[in-house]
């Protein structure tokens, strides 16, 4: 079946400026870590494309290892972009990433010059693109000078592989010292996208006051905490839930009494505001003007159109998060 974009695809979407660039991103963007690999159906993962385009979702996000397996997210993203999306390009902003293990031997991990040159040009392959818009640096490397892989950065620009740079999983002082290389390289740092939810919030010690004075945005990961952050875990572990699966990076001993009896006082919260706990857990992020795009993954189209609603309601009233704050500490 030929799919055709809807026109008014958007007329709902809010877009936010990221940091102090010429680029807009969409307040909610897909991430393809979990659910478009070689464990899903492809009409499934196929659906969840549809609706985020035809939603105003411009941003779609990969990386090297998205599976599982690795490299299938990736493969099969290149694929629905071919049969359904070669015309509409222009209109995506897609982004990839290395710096996990992908390959045996020294050199496919971690930072190197010759691991991420080589991994971007094996990622355009499986995706059938020339370029992608972002390329980041999947996380920092201990070993591997920093300013060799932000010089990798701005040479994968600077060949046209990748229109912007961005960091990931760099904690404030890394990030800052990041950012400033590859601003003295003449390849500013686009974005940072680190791991942020109400239940994970290491990024407000520091790396969103250095995003905001250097003009990086921010594209927090992990929003509703691998899924804890939602109605699935109020009542315990169901079947077909990520904490069940053995390919899933949440496990049962994350879902702990006290992260349960959280998200239970949180989730009345959202209640009162005519919420899911899901989309209040959305909401409380983009509240926060420095974050500009969360990103979100989804197994189903009707979780992704739940979603998307958080964007009926980003405000919150201070007695609202002086509640959330009692109930997070």
């Known amino acids: ?3 055709l974009p809807s026109s008014n695809r958007y007329k709902d979407m809010i877009y936010r400026r990221c940091g102090r660039s010429g680029i807009k991103l969409p307040a909610v963007s897909l991430g393809l870590w979990h659910n478009f690999g070689g464990v899903d159906v492809a009409e499934n993962y196929r659906k969840i494309l549809h609706l985020a385009f035809d939603s105003g979702i411009t941003h779609f996000d990969l990386a090297n290892n998205y599976g599982p397996p690795p490299g ?3 493969e099969n993203f290149g694929r629905v972009l071919k049969q359904d999306f ?3 390009r ?5 982004s990839s990433k290395a710096g996990y293990t992908m390959w045996d031997g020294p050199y496919g991990d971690w930072g190197s010059k010759k691991y991420l040159v080589s991994s971007l040009d094996q990622s355009l392959k499986r995706m059938g693109l020339d370029y992608v818009d972002i390329f980041y640096h999947h996380r920092p490397d201990p070993e591997t000078p920093l300013e060799e892989t932000m010089t990798a950065l701005d040479l994968i620009v600077r060949q046209g592989k990748a229109l912007y740079a961005g960091i990931s999983n760099y904690p404030a002082d890394e990030a800052a010292k990041a950012i400033a290389i590859l601003k003295k390289l003449g390849t500013p740092c686009l974005i940072h996208q680190p791991k942020y939810s109400m239940f994970e919030r290491w990024v407000e010690g520091g790396l969103l006051d250095v995003l905001e004075k250097e003009g990086v945005g921010c594209i927090p990961f992990s929003p509703l905490a691998q899924g804890l952050l939602t109605n699935k875990y109020l009542t315990g572990i169901p079947e077909d839930s990520r904490a069940a699966k053995s ?4 496990q049962t001993g994350q879902v702990t009494e006290e992260r349960v ?10 209640l009162r505001r005519e919420q899911t706990l899901a989309q209040m857990a959305l909401s409380w992020l983009l509240k926060d003007q420095r974050v500009t795009s969360v990103l979100i993954g989804a197994s189903r ?3 992704l159109a739940d979603s998307l609603k958080c964007l009926d309601n980003i405000e919150f009233s201070k007695a609202e998060l002086d509640q959330i704050e009692a109930i997070l500490k």
């Open 72 to 74: 299938t997210a990736e």
């Open 90 to 94: 222009d209109e995506m902003i897609i």
């Open 261 to 270: 009896s959280q998200a239970r006082q949180l989730n009345e919260i959202a």
């Open 301 to 303: 189209p009707e979780q």
């Open 247 to 250: 390919t899933g990076f949440l």
């Open 1 to 3: 079946m030929t799919y």
């Open 86 to 88: 070669s015309g509409y």
